[in-house]
């Protein structure tokens, strides 16, 4: 007795100390205080809260515990791994740096079918290179770069990794990690940037995972096991428990965050069991473990199909022929077959799509059961949990097969409701959904005769939002929203961007919130993304700091009332909207006033005592039901009985009790339907506008387009003037050309003419001197005195003074001296050398002159050419200088209307000089503080658009400035080109001139000379005859 006495008190005081260990791990710190202030309360609730900057860190006070010292070498060793060289001041971000550890393997995958298998810890690597992100793991998107680095021989499946952004010199600090996700078969770590998030004391970790056939191929067995993606995820984050502290982060204050597809997985992971302990808490954005797009419920013959596609084998029981041919084949040819199984089954609908999803009875037992038993059970997910989904995230996948909903041409709505299902939901639930949407969604106005895919594509978006985000959220807290703190939003918001926006959708209507557009707010990516303007940046600000508040103290929002836990699976929830009013609204009914339907039997689960899901199948369509037994592990479509539209009481004293219950149903459905229809219409005046804000838009784009059409026909007047001036130019050089060329041949016919007349003279004096030697030849010269001959002048004579001899014939001499007669001469050979002096005397002139004229000409153009240039700047400084002129008055006059905003703000609320604006004990109450405020940003809104405009205008204005600049400078290049060619053109022309004057006068030099020739020939003879003739008459 005393022993079991003993015993007992022993058993108590270790469950008493083992309840105090839970508490305190359980323990959240309010640090929401130790950042920002009480005044701050009220814009939380109004929605306008603008954070103010970051305190010193925790660590940073004066007196903080100090940090492990790096290593030696500079990096960051960590036992067990290796020394960490990463990036210190990758970033600095609130003017503090922030470290960056990138592509950190965590795991290591085997070759060969190693690649669909569990992977295996990264043994002591010494040195670590962690300054370059590695490639996201091999996903059909990017088949070009995996062929290139196959090629190379690189290893494309080493792809494990992980990346770590932490404040320099942090310490015990809250860790988000973020779980990439969308479809399973793309994405990477480097949607996570750490660029919003390090504004806060928080540490951020991305992780890389396998994608596709990698990650979730299975023939559920140890060779193919499936479901390897939530192997990986778990490794990481036991590797983070294990180095997290090296960081500067708290391992006991892990808040796993999952994205789409990543919220699948880690909604999983938190339902397996399989990683207590390591996270405390759960993100759950537009994602959970129950939406059936991401769950294969036939793997076995998504594996077949693929082996099919790849060429291998598969003969069902006996699979060592296909193990061993995907383990042959390369990684790229496994990602080319399964894009093609995708691209082939995706028209087919849900039930032929596999290959990049979850599936039940793994090897590895991640999943031994479906999500929903999971869920039911619900003992490995107790944890603090953010949940929601965007408000049109169906949007993305309707409008991958919108096209087949445009070919029904059907009166019948039925047509379209089943296209819908057949591609969104598992066949076991067609007919539920098919009679539940009849009933709730579609109105009966809804006649045949306006039945149309366009007029019912809100109302298929809607029933697709239903069955993909919000049906699965509602299920998923409905057995633990009592036992956890869980949040419920919807993100309305519609910003500048959405995460997709590069795809054009095919829907016939725009949508506001589309799928993983929450996330453009928490992480700058796409990068076409990352530049939000003021209204955006406010909303991004107010999520970052509701998600780090949830990181930090499990509470999103401190304030009571702005977003409080769930009392209910369907609320109340927080929705972001649009509103001028208030960004942050809050809502009761998470369904939009619709109740989704029993699909897993979960009302019986919750009025028994134990919780159980029929392990049957049921497969249900419209005309027959059939009961099929799964081959493995337990399924939770279970067949039931038929479940009566309203239960009935349970005792007979209940029942007006019940009816009391069914009327207070009644009246608050009508109050949804209510305020959903007030939601239609604030939303359908919101689309006006936006409508009429894209017709003003077009009407602005159709002035410009006007304008430009002006300024067109404006240049094209112009170009035409110049063309015509060109012309006019061309022609008037034509014409000076013409009557150069007439010139010339003037003066050519007048230096025929006068060659013709001065051979006539030559052939005169030849005819003459012809005629005087056939009489005796005299000498023309009696003695005068003496008897002594009068001696004639020679050449040295008349070549001192020509006029002089000419004009002073000596006393006595009876002849005129002719310089063309060779009688005038001493000797005929001065004669001869006179004659080619005077003939290169008249071609010098003759050049002399022709040059003179080139010079002329050249001279005018160059003068011309200088002139244009010269007005041509002055004209462009004096547009510049009215520009300058026009953007000073423009800037004053801003300043101007500003100073008299502000002026008039203060006089109309009588407010005094020293008064400020952004502090609200300024203002006599909140709402007008609350008023000012909004009235501030829609003024900065205006200022900013104005700017926006202006800028346009002013991009505008420059572009044709310098179009018109350009033109000026191609009309003046253009004329000097003209000018130059026609400058070379007439350098041409005098070259051959004088070439053919050069050969001309060559030819007329040769037959003067072989004249002169044969002149003097002739002379010579005729003297000797004449001195013989003298001599006789002497002897």
């Not at 990602?335 to 995708?342: P, S």
């Not at 960004?583 to 919750?606: A, C, K, M, S, T």
């Not at 479940?643 to 009391?660: A, F, G, I, K, V």
């Not at 063309?723 to 050089?733: A, K, T």
Request: charged share 30%; with cysteine.
């Amino acid at each position: 007795m005393r022993w079991s006495s003993v015993k007992a008190q022993l058993e108590m005081l270790l469950a008493t100390l083992f309840i105090f260990s839970i508490c305190q791990c359980q323990a959240r710190p309010n640090v929401y205080d130790d950042v920002h202030g009480e005044n701050e309360k009220d814009a939380w609730l109004a929605g306008v809260y603008q954070p103010q900057p970051l305190r010193p860190a925790p660590w940073q006070v004066p007196g903080a515990a100090p940090l492990p010292n790096p290593a030696s070498g500079g990096g960051l060793q960590i036992p067990g791994v290796g020394e960490l060289i990463g990036l210190p001041g990758y970033k600095f971000i609130r003017n503090r740096p922030i470290d960056a550890y990138l592509g950190i393997r965590y795991a290591q995958i085997g070759s060969g079918l190693g690649r669909f298998q569990q992977a295996r810890s990264v043994p002591y690597q010494g040195q670590v290179n962690a300054t370059k992100a590695s490639p996201n793991c091999a996903q059909f998107p990017e088949l070009d770069r995996i062929q290139e680095d196959e090629a190379r021989g690189k290893n494309v499946d080493d792809c494990l990794t992980l990346d770590v952004y932490t404040p320099n010199g942090a310490s015990n600090l809250p860790v988000l990690v973020f779980v990439h996700g969308e479809m399973l078969f793309d994405g990477g770590s480097e949607e996570a940037a750490p660029d919003y998030f390090l504004e806060h004391d928080v540490v951020l970790v991305s992780i890389n995972y396998r994608l596709a056939p990698f990650g979730f191929l299975s023939a559920l067995s140890s060779e193919l096991p499936g479901n390897v993606a939530l192997s990986d995820i778990h490794l990481a984050l036991q590797w983070l428990q294990r180095n997290l502290r090296y960081f500067g982060g708290n391992p006991q204050q892990v808040t796993l965050v999952g994205q789409a597809g990543g919220a699948t997985l880690v909604h999983a992971l938190s339902l397996s069991g399989r990683a207590q302990n390591l996270f405390q808490q759960l993100i759950l954005q537009s994602g959970t473990a129950l939406n059936p797009y991401l769950i294969d419920e036939r793997p076995r013959e998504t594996l077949s199909t693929f082996a099919r596609i790849a060429r291998c084998p598969y003969a069902g029981q006996n699979l060592s022929p296909l193990y061993d041919c995907l383990s042959r084949l390369r990684t790229s040819e496994l990602l080319r077959a399964f894009q093609q199984l995708y691209e082939q089954n995706e028209p087919r609908g849900l039930t032929y799509l596999g290959g990049f999803k979850l599936v039940v009875g793994d090897s590895l037992g991640y999943l031994p059961q479906h999500p929903a038993n999971l869920v039911v059970n619900n003992q490995n997910s107790s944890v603090p949990l953010i949940i929601g989904a965007t408000k049109d995230a169906s949007a993305f996948i309707l409008s991958r097969f919108y096209s087949e909903v445009q070919r029904v041409q059907s009166r019948n709505v039925s047509d379209y409701i089943n296209v819908v299902l057949r591609h969104i939901a598992p066949p076991q639930h067609h007919k539920i959904w098919h009679d539940w949407a009849l009933q709730e969604i579609f109105t009966p106005d809804q006649t045949p005769q306006y039945v149309n895919a366009q007029s019912i594509s809100q109302h298929l978006l809607e029933l697709s939002n239903l069955i993909l985000y919000r049906e699965p959220v509602i299920d998923s807290i409905r057995f633990s929203f009592k036992k956890v703190p869980t949040y419920l939003y919807i993100f309305d918001y519609r910003g500048q961007y959405h995460r997709f926006g590069h795809l054009n959708s095919p829907l016939p209507f725009g949508v506001d919130a589309s799928l993983s557009d929450d996330s453009v707010y928490l992480f700058p990516y796409p990068v076409e993304a990352s530049r939000l303007n003021p209204e955006d940046k406010s909303l991004a600000r107010a999520l970052v700091t509701m998600w780090v508040n949830f990181a930090q103290s499990g509470v999103p929002n401190p304030y009571n009332g702005v977003w409080p836990k769930a009392s209910s699976e369907y609320g109340p929830f927080l929705r972001f909207t649009n509103s001028k009013e208030s960004v942050l609204e809050l809502d009761q009914h998470f369904g939009e006033g619709i109740y989704v339907p029993n699909l897993y039997g979960f009302n019986q689960i919750l009025r028994s005592t134990t919780p159980q899901v029929s392990p049957t199948t049921t497969t249900t369509t419209t005309t027959t039901t059939t009961t099929t037994r799964r081959p493995y592990a337990y399924n939770p479509y279970a067949q039931r009985p038929p479940q009566p539209s309203q239960p009935e009481p349970r005792r007979p004293s209940d029942q007006e009790r019940y009816e009391q219950f069914l009327k207070a149903q009644e009246r608050r459905r009508q109050q949804y339907q209510r305020e959903q229809q007030e939601r239609l219409e604030r939303e359908r005046a919101q689309q006006q506008l936006r409508e009429q804000h894209e017709r003003e838009e077009q009407k602005r784009v159709e002035e410009e387009r006007a304008k430009q059409r002006e300024q067109e026909a404006q240049r094209e007047r112009e170009e035409r003037e110049q063309r015509l001036q060109e012309e006019r130019r061309r022609e008037f050089q034509q014409q000076e050309e013409r009557a150069r060329e007439e010139q010339e041949k003037r003066q050519q016919q007048e230096r025929e003419q006068e060659e013709r007349e001065r051979e006539e003279r030559e052939q005169q004096r030849r005819n003459e001197l012809q005629g005087e030697s056939e009489r005796p030849y005299e000498t023309g010269a009696e003695e005068v005195s003496g008897n002594e001959p009068i001696e004639p002048p020679n050449y040295e004579d008349y070549e001192t003074n020509t006029v002089t001899v000419i004009g002073n014939i000596p006393t006595g001499y009876d002849l005129p001296f002719d310089v063309n007669d060779p009688r005038s001469y001493s000797s005929y050979d001065a004669y001869v050398e006179a004659q080619l002096k005077l003939r290169e005397e008249e071609n010098r002139r003759y050049e002399e002159e022709r040059a003179r004229e080139e010079e002329e000409r050249a001279r005018e153009e160059a003068e011309r050419v200088r002139q244009q240039e010269e007005q041509g700047n002055q004209e462009r400084e004096q547009v510049h200088e009215e520009e300058e002129e026009q953007r000073a008055h423009e800037t004053y006059g801003r300043g101007q209307q500003q100073g008299e905003q502000e002026n008039n703000l203060r006089e109309e609320d009588n407010l005094p000089v020293d008064f400020d604006p952004n502090d609200p004990r300024s203002y006599p109450s909140y709402e007008a503080y609350v008023e000012a405020q909004m009235k501030l940003r829609e003024e900065e809104n205006r200022l900013y658009e104005q700017e926006q405009a202006r800028e346009e205008e002013e991009r505008a204005r420059q572009q044709e400035d310098h179009g018109n600049n350009f033109e000026e400078d191609d009309r003046l290049r253009h004329e000097e080109e003209l000018v130059r060619e026609e400058e070379e053109k007439a350098e041409e022309e005098r070259k051959r001139a004088r070439q053919e004057e050069g050969e001309h006068d060559d030819n007329f030099r040769e037959e003067e000379e072989e004249r002169a020739r044969e002149e003097e020939e002739r002379a010579r003879e005729e003297y000797e005859l004449a001195r013989e003739a003298e001599e006789e008459q002497a002897n």
